[in-house]
């Protein structure tokens, strides 16, 4: 299994975890990993006490995000979406995580409308 933290080692992601401590942290905020792949940020933001939801276009990618999680004591929420059509109530999270994946979106103005 992939470890948890493994994909938010990055430079450019580090800077985005200082800001997430700078906001107060994640326990307790909504959080929606679009595009989560195989949910190694996904499960990192629930090891934090976050609320988590996984996104993919893949439900097989979904599915190993959420045994993931269970593999290391915590959940997290599958939803079988594109980027461009979220399969999520809009306006209910309180960090959205979109990494490695805008590439792979044809309507970017549609992803970024939700």
Known sequence: ????????????????????????????????????????????????????TTTDISPE???????????????VRGAVSTGESLNVDPGSFDYVYIANTVHHVVDRAAMWSR
Request: charged share 20%.
């Open 61 to 75: 990618m979904v599915a190993f995000a959420q045994r993931l999680a269970e593999h290391h004591g915590t959940s």
């Open 1 to 52: 299994m992939c470890g948890p933290r493994s994909s938010l080692d990055r430079p450019g992601n580090r800077c985005i975890l200082r800001q997430i401590d700078l906001r107060g942290g994640l326990k307790g905020k909504r959080v929606l990993d679009v595009g989560a792949g195989l949910g190694e940020s996904s499960v990192y933001f629930a090891l934090q006490g976050a609320d988590v």
